[in-house]
């Protein structure tokens, strides 16, 4: 997960999110919690005749965690992204207007923000695992995922087992499952609250090399002051998949809506022009 450049800037309704989800953020690792893409304050509200209960009336409320470009981030005043575009896809089959709450993934991955109603839905580059799914329900899978590493230039090392071996410093996001994974083969990472973060600390030579999603690192990459000292050293293929999370024991019109909105775009190309869109590549061009 978690996770780019553009800093957190909290509207109106984004300080009353704020407010209410303060207790939550003691679940994470000092995230903030606050931006939204629209007014309206958050309130639970009954189901329309034959829709899902909804946090806000006539919004589908998403809990994220910026930035994690390109999945979702800031431009401007408006969050967007391929989680923004893909949630979107059922917003509009509902009649929906989304709108995105910024807090800590680790309250997200918890199941605490949808629990707490802070949110109807999580979009956050979030992997399904058996870990969540005892506090989540997820949706069926709507992107497949890999993990990368990212080090400087003429480091020289290619494997996890090399930067063992040469007793290299690795950095990791917190609460990923890329920290996971590493942890794993016996790692020992230094962890950073958020990409922003972990990306600086290797900047900055905190670190050697950085574990984190492909997309996140090769969206990194394209930026010229990133790409003339670091380069992508090695794809990790963890076999993961990334879900839209909903509160355990979902409303099942809001699930069946999202499954149904995922594997039609699929089925239709929408799902390859979004997926064109924020990659530049197809599905499976990746690497």
Do not use: H
Not at 5 to 12: D, E, H
Not at 49 to 65: D, F, I, R
Not at 70 to 79: C, D, I, L, R
């Amino acid at each position: 997960m978690g996770l780019s450049f553009v800093s957190r800037r909290a509207l109106a309704v984004g300080a009353m999110v704020v407010a209410g989800a303060l207790g939550l953020s003691a679940c994470g690792g000092g995230g903030t919690t606050g931006a939204s893409t629209s007014d309206g304050a958050s309130s639970s509200a009954p189901a329309a005749a034959g829709g899902p209960k909804l946090v806000t009336p006539g919004k589908l409320t998403t809990c994220t965690n910026l930035p994690y470009e390109p999945f979702q981030f800031k431009e401007g005043n408006k969050v967007v992204g391929f989680d923004v575009d893909i949630v979107d896809l059922a917003a509009k089959k509902l009649g929906l207007t989304q709108e995105i709450v910024d807090i800590d993934f680790a309250v997200i991955k918890s199941g605490a923000a949808m629990a707490a109603g802070k949110c109807d839905v999580a979009a956050a580059g979030m992997t399904i695992t058996p870990e969540r799914k005892a506090n989540i329900d997820f949706s069926v899978p709507y992107f497949d995922a890999t993990q990368a590493l990212l080090a400087k230039k003429g480091l020289g090392v290619k494997t996890l087992e090399e930067i063992k071996a040469k007793n290299l410093r690795l950095g990791a996001q917190a609460s990923t499952t890329g920290l996971d994974y590493v942890r794993k083969q016996g790692l020992d990472p230094k962890e950073f609250a958020d990409s922003p973060k972990e990306l600086l600390g290797l900047q900055s030579g905190q670190v050697d090399v950085i574990v984190q999603d492909l997309p996140v690192v090769l969206t990194w990459l394209k930026k010229p002051e990133i790409a003339d000292k670091f380069e992508l050293v090695a794809s990790l293929d963890t076999g993961e998949q990334y879900g839209i999370g909903l509160k355990k024991g979902a409303d099942p019109v809001l699930l069946k809506t999202i499954n149904d909105s995922i594997t039609e775009a699929k089925s239709d190309g929408t799902y390859d022009q979004i997926f064109v869109k924020w990659f530049g590549k197809k599905p499976g061009e990746l690497g």
